[in-house]
């Protein structure tokens, strides 16, 4: 099946700092890219979509300003975390969709823990 | 307010037991229909997806789901759990008549398979 990575699997960064996420499909084109954010013992929470080559749409109640999302390519979307806090720390998942006509699938990273110091 | 609900959030079972585990949804339109499972550690796996056609739906590792359009259900099971079934599971729906076809996750439910 499909396979998405992300790098780095886990980061520890001080408060005021800047972080990036990498998410890449590794066998597939990914037209559009999801970023989720799951806190422990919690389900997954969309935070914004980005589609190739435009800018990213996001959920309500997500900054835009400190979670910017850049997909520049149709194999790598990245997240970078601005002035990181420590309530930002989280487990940060991407999912890329491959897209079949009006169904699809997403498929999903292996996530990374960031941790906020 | 649109959602998906998994009314177990924590099942324990012991080998052998047959399992199942509930999502309702709230979207009144066509959906799209998933399984997810995340074992200790490791990312979010496909078990299984309905999206139209025979609505009993046979996944990977044994499990089904039945799609009960009437009951805005789609009901997780497995005839036998074994230990490695330990993980957490979670549904999640993709409405078809919005805009945007999102995927909406429920709140997991959390399995504990005693050898």
């Known amino acids: 099946g499909a396979v998405v990575s992300q790098h780095p699997s886990r980061v520890i960064c001080k408060s005021g700092t800047s972080v990036k996420i990498e998410c890449r499909s590794l066998?597939?084109?990914?037209?559009?890219m999801f970023w989720y954010r799951q806190f422990p013992k919690q389900s997954l929470m969309l935070m914004a979509t980005s589609n190739e080559g435009s800018k990213a749409t996001y959920e309500q109640g997500v900054e835009k300003d400190k979670f910017l999302i850049n997909h520049a390519s149709l194999t790598l979307s990245t997240l970078t975390v601005t002035s990181a806090h420590p309530e930002d720390s989280s487990f940060y998942i991407c999912s890329a969709r491959e897209a079949r006509g009006v169904s699809y699938e997403q498929y999903f990273g292996p996530g990374t823990r960031l941790t906020v110091t | 307010a649109q959602s998906v609900s998994q009314h177990n959030h924590h099942v324990i079972l012991s080998e052998a037991a047959s399992l199942e585990l509930g999502c309702n949804y709230s979207?009144?339109?066509?959906?799209?229909l998933f399984w997810y499972v995340q074992y200790p550690g490791q990312h979010l796996q496909l078990l299984l997806k309905?999206?139209?056609?025979?609505?009993l739906v046979k996944g990977i590792k044994g499990f089904e789901a039945e799609f009960i359009k009437s009951k805005f259900s789609f009901n997780l099971r497995k005839p036998s759990v074994q230990w490695s079934d330990t993980a957490e599971y979670f549904c999640a729906v993709k409405p078809l008549n919005t805009g945007f076809q999102k995927l909406v996750f429920g709140t997991g439910t959390r399995l504990l398979v005693s050898p």
């Open positions: 309905y999206f139209s056609g025979d609505p």
């Open positions: 979207y009144g339109g066509t959906v799209n």
């Open positions: 066998d597939f084109q990914a037209t559009t």
